[in-house]
């Protein structure tokens, strides 16, 4: 009896399990239909998406062909004006660079031609005077040191050296003859032209002084020459504050000297520098 029933147990149990695999097998078998389905729902779309991709791929390169191209061409436009650019940055200095040797060039220009009119001026009142003293008579004062005679000697063979270019014996002729007789009717020539050697010589600093003791000879009609001089001077050594101060004495103490425009002109050269 025990075991009819150990056997029907055991039935019931082989018929459950079986049963219960049954169950699960169909469960799964579900399962892997279902996924089945979902991977060829994606295998269909994969495919989609690889057919738009084919077709987009030919327009996609050749877009990207034309941005490379693009590109180049902007990348090369660019080169080329960045090179442009610095091409004309360089002719502005280099023009800059001319402008300013120019303008230098024709300072050192201005300065040679007063430097040039000065001496065909200067040359010209210096053979005027000899003229004048070789064709007039002195007047009879006598100096206790030397003769009136003697002084415009010696005064014609000064401004004859001066003239020949021989500036040292002219030094010498013209300050022998300032401190032998300060007195002397050509006393303020001897002084002037004194300075002038030293002017020509390019002693400037000392034509400077020179050309300021003028000043001191009473009744001298040769302070206009000096106090353009003075110009002149500071003008070449660079003074250009004096030069205009010494030009604007002329115009204000000389307003009838024949130097009278001459300064004005000077003026007006050193005010547009």
């Known amino acids: 009896m025990m075991n009819r029933l150990f056997k029907s147990i055991a039935t019931i149990m082989i018929l459950a399990s079986f049963s219960l695999a049954t169950a699960q097998d169909a469960a799964t078998k579900r399962e892997m239909k279902r996924l089945n389905a979902k991977i060829d729902r994606q295998n269909v779309r994969v495919d ?3 057919t738009q991709i084919r077709m987009l791929l030919p327009e996609l390169q050749n877009a990207l062909k034309a941005n490379l191209k693009a590109k180049e061409q902007t990348d090369s436009v660019a080169i080329l004006l960045i090179n442009r650019i610095n091409t004309i940055q360089n002719k502005m200095r280099l023009m800059e660079d001319k402008a300013a040797y120019i303008d230098s060039v024709n300072f050192e220009i201005l300065a040679q031609l007063v430097m040039i009119e000065n001496k065909i001026v200067t040359l010209t009142n210096s053979f005027t005077e000899m ?47 300032v401190m032998s007789d300060p007195g002397n009717d050509l006393a303020d020539n ?49 003074n250009i504050d004096k030069a205009r101060e010494e030009y604007q004495r002329l115009i204000d103490y000389f307003p009838g000297s024949e130097f009278f425009e001459k300064a004005r002109e000077s003026l007006k050269q050193l005010n547009v520098q």
């Open 131 to 177: 003229y004048n003293l070789k064709n007039n008579r002195l007047n009879d004062k006598v100096s206790a040191k030397i003769s009136p005679a003697e002084y415009k000697k010696s005064y014609i063979d000064a401004l004859s050296n001066y003239q020949n270019g021989e500036f040292e014996k002219a030094v010498t002729g013209f300050a022998g003859l």
């Open 48 to 50: 989609s998406l690889d």
């Open 190 to 238: 001897s002084q002037y032209w004194l300075a002038e050697c030293y002017y020509t010589m390019k002693n400037y600093k000392r034509a400077v002084i020179e050309f300021e003791k003028v000043f001191t000879f009473p009744g001298t009609d040769k302070d206009d020459d000096a106090q353009l001089k003075l110009g002149h001077c500071h003008r070449s050594m660079g």
